[in-house]
């Protein structure tokens, strides 16, 4: 979920970048590029080694390509276009590569991608403070703890992208963000007094806007709808509803309409269940003072 390592941001496009540059983080749309080059590649009845003649890279880059390794620039899918007939599909299917996003683990990225365009995102967090809302010395103890452990390097660039992740609440003002959180999420001790007090000051300031909704489910509310485990849900421009969950080193993207469904219906019975935002505010500045 976008608390844990799964939550970052950023990407970029092919344009500009060189095919014999190897991808740290490759893409799902590098790979799928990858697999209809490879396709059409044997479709015409080349080995790589006359493909690579053809459109003037090396085997090896054309292999790289079609394994979702390289970013093919603008150079490659003209060659390919032509050593391919001139189909047309190669030039569509570039217009939609990115980048792998460094520091978002693969089964998050293309929920990542949704939520950017998405015109309302809601979101059920019962282990740690949702990645939108966390200070960085939050975030910074988050991925210090995780396991395996991360280079320096790796752990300023998840971290960098997690930051960078909260413009879009910033840059959004219109669209409707909404949280529900576990009260003891706010309770989990991760430092002293001193460090824990700067989350709960950020966790306020992100929710201040008009556009934001954070509600606290209380310790005394019970057993509830949502117990099978943290949620997110989103509209896309387009009017479509999906949803997203999250385990262990893996994530699931859920597109079927009834379960959608069933997902926004325990969500809705949740915030009913939920303090109110005037509620919740009063709750995190009163744990606040207690620190």
């Known amino acids: 979920m976008d608390s844990g390592a799964g939550e970052a ?3 970029g496009g092919a344009q500009g970048v060189p ?8 893409s799902d749309s590098m790979r799928t590029f990858g ?9 015409a009845g080349l080995s790589r080694t006359e493909f690579g003649e053809r459109v003037r890279y090396s085997k090896h880059t054309v292999e790289s390509v079609e394994l979702g390794r390289r970013m093919a620039d603008e150079v490659f899918v003209e060659h390919a276009e032509e050593a391919t007939g001139n189909t047309g599909a190669l030039r569509k299917a570039a217009r939609h590569l990115t980048r792998g996003e460094a520091g978002l683990a693969a089964w ?36 210090e703890g995780t396991i395996p452990l991360r280079t320096d390097g790796e752990l300023e660039e998840q971290l960098a992208a997690r930051m960078e992740r909260q413009a879009m609440m910033r840059e959004r003002p219109t669209v409707p963000f909404s949280f529900i959180v576990e009260e003891h999420v706010f309770r989990r001790r991760f430092g002293d007094a001193e460090a824990m007090r700067g989350p709960f000051d950020h966790v306020l300031e992100r929710s201040a806007p008009r556009n934001v909704t954070l509600q606290v489910v209380p310790v005394e509310a019970g057993l509830h709808t949502c117990l099978d485990g943290p949620v997110q849900v989103l509209e896309t421009p387009e009017g479509r509803r999906l949803g997203y969950s999250e385990g262990q080193k893996n994530g699931r993207l859920i597109s079927d309409r009834k379960e959608v469904s069933v997902l926004y219906q325990r969500y809705d019975t949740l915030r009913s269940q939920a303090l109110s935002p005037n509620d919740t505010r009063a709750l995190l500045e009163r744990l606040r003072g207690e620190l």
Request: hydrophobic share 40%.
């Open 108 to 143: 998050f990225r293309r929920w990542a991608r949704l939520e950017r365009e998405a015109v309302s995102l809601s979101t059920y967090e019962c282990r740690l403070v949702p990645g939108l809302l966390q200070s960085e010395r939050y975030a910074r103890a988050v991925f």
């Open 19 to 26: 095919v014999g540059e190897r991808e740290p983080h490759p």
């Open 9 to 11: 941001a950023g990407c």
């Open 35 to 43: 697999a209809v080059v490879q396709a059409l590649r044997e479709h």
